[in-house]
């Protein structure tokens, strides 16, 4: 099975950047989907970005199109979000995940089957 450590979260003023990075245990990685998700206080986990197991493919919501990238580096089990524009509202935890079965990124959280502690990201002045 995966494991999945995120780190790279922490406190940023609106309008900077952040990059977050998540590293994967298994020798599959390379056959895996990926993607983001976030989850703030009172709200429900919503999707933030995903990446087919190539990295070819990049899936994102719209909350985040055009200010958030995804991409990934088989070679080091690893797939970053780079997040710009920070505002406020991005202020979540932020969870990596793992698709091994299609390798297709999605939006859905139950496609996913292996999942990361999480990483805190606040915005704030």
């Known amino acids: 099975q995966a494991q999945l450590v995120e780190t790279g979260g922490g406190l940023v003023q609106p309008g900077n950047s952040l990059r977050l990075s998540c590293a994967a245990s298994?020798?599959?990685?390379?056959?895996?989907?990926m993607g983001w998700f976030r989850q703030a206080p009172g709200k429900e986990r919503e999707f933030v970005a995903a990446?087919?197991?190539?990295?070819?493919?990049?899936l994102y919501g719209d909350s985040v199109k055009g200010r958030f990238t995804i991409s990934r580096d088989n070679a080091v089990n690893t797939v970053y979000l780079r997040m710009n524009s920070l505002r406020p509202e991005d202020t979540a935890v932020y969870y990596c995940?793992?698709?091994?079965?299609?390798?297709?990124?999605?939006?859905?959280?139950?496609?996913?089957?292996?999942w990361g502690q999480g990483t805190q990201v606040t915005v704030s002045r």
């Open positions: 990446i087919s197991w190539n990295g070819a493919v990049p």
């Open positions: 298994g020798r599959t990685f390379s056959s895996y989907a």
């Open positions: 995940a793992a698709d091994r079965w299609t390798g297709v990124p999605r939006g859905e959280e139950y496609e996913y089957d292996y």
